[in-house]
């Protein structure tokens, strides 16, 4: 018996208990997946995952093998991230917001022998291809071109039967990377248990999710959030999930909730804020299936919570969540809410609140949080250093600074790092500072979060300009554009301030906290 209560049997295949189980139980002709025009019944998901993985073994893959995931959200996700999974193979969701570059670092520290891209990014990885030391295949989701493998003729060559992979508990079942500070992201690995800890503990109890609801995720399935709100807890209980390949507006969300009736709606306060700025511009908006909103990736603003439920009469569920937790630990509920705040513990995991030196902090004092539970990560691969740092026994450090009020809920106040969010996504400094510092008319500059008109985190830079060059609003634009082109587009600086010089400690590192307080003045 595991802490949470949960009946984990020491030989468990996750592929298992969240694709086939459902068929066990009578749901085959129940709609797993709503895609396009297109409703995917569990019965044809469970072929789709059992092809995939026959498919994938077929190309050589084994167990323990990693299968690196660039795909938009589609039912291809779903078969080749559980197909993987059945096969004991593990599956990587890789961000597809990413340039070229990023692509080589995840494949090369991975070591994935077999890529499943979307069309629209195989570009991206044959950009990259002569310097991938470990791919063997790259497979095509869409048309595949000369020495690239067909996703649909590998699978329509597959075999429909698939013994699952005689895994563990404990074996990894996949990883998710999660951004550093340097820049270079971390793979936490995830065990099969893990994704049944997360469905039982937040989607059945906070959300109450059941049978009969649908979920839609505004965050990507690559995503820790999204995969739990778009795959797995939907695929725990038998519900529905709406998969949306494109980019999220205001207007194309509108329209996804208008058309497909989600009854549980997951998004990130930026989209929240851009959603209620586009509200009356948009006619036929109907939100009335939402039973539910939910919000993760930063902190949500009280101000933003208000104008939503003034605006729908719905609540968003604040929670905290992270890759390395795999989904939220600290959570608003239903009947339970202090809007600004991000909630208390969710039952079955605990969390505490600490001073440098590991002592708990009385109530009301700002120290970093800790969390323990069952779901998270067991360690970041070759990264052993960095495991120390963060996973200590059954406590991690979450890396952020919370306080917690008399009536125990936890309030976010920043994080211990210089780590920023834009729009729920992590962003390192240390990465966009070395971007701008390659443009010719920059010296040196720090990076640092600072907020908008909705109070939500955006990068800022603070520049100086090299002898000769002269601050002007053509230049702020022309680095911001040099950014965009060399790395994601989310991460270039919204504000560009030209600066003498910057605050350096006697070693010559950036102070960017004194950057922040400058911001702030
Ligand atoms: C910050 C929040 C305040 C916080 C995530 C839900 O965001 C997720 O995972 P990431 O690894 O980032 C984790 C970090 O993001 N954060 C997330 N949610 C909140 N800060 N209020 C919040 N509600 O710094 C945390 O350490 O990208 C969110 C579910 C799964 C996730 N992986």
Known sequence: MSEVGLEIPDKFNVAVELVDKNLELGRGKKVAIYYRDQALTYEDVYRAVNKTGNALKNLGVDLEDRVLLLLLDCPEFAASFFGAIKIGAVPIPTNTLLKSKDYLYLLNDSRAKVALVSEPLVPLIEEIRSELRYLKHLVVVGTAGPDQLSYRELVAGASEDLEPADTSKDD?????????????????????????????????????????????????????????????????????????????????????????????????????????????????????????????????????????QKKFNLIILDGIGSTECLHIFISNRPDDIKAGSSGKPVPGYAAKIVDPEGREVPDGEIGTLMVKGDSIAAYYWNKHEKSKETFHGPWINTGDKYFKDPDGYFWYVGRGDDMLKAGGIWVSPVEVENTIMEHPAVLECGVIGAVDHDNLEKPKAYIVLKDGFQASEELAVDIQKYVKGRIAHYKYPRWVEFVGQLPKTATGKTMRYVLRQLNQQ
């Not at 959300?207 to 609801?213: A, R």
């Open 172 to 308: 990894a079942a996949f990883w998710l990377y999660s951004s550093g500070t340097t820049g270079f992201p971390k793979g936490a690995v995830h065990l099969h248990h893990d994704m049944l800890v997360a469905s039982e503990l937040y989607a059945k109890g906070i959300l109450n999710i059941k049978e009969d609801d649908i979920t839609f995720s505004v965050a990507k399935l690559f995503f820790a959030y999204g995969l739990g709100n778009g795959l797995y807890f939907p695929f725990r209980v038998g519900a529905s999930t709406v998969l949306h390949p494109e980019r999220p507006d205001p207007k194309g969300i509108y329209e996804v909730i208008s058309r497909t009736k989600p009854t549980l709606f997951f998004c990130v306060p930026t989209a929240y804020a851009a959603m209620l700025q586009a509200a009356d511009s948009i006619p036929g908006v109907d939100m009335s299936s939402i039973r539910l909103c939910v919000s993760a990736g930063e902190a949500l603003p009280k101000a933003i919570f208000d104008a939503w």
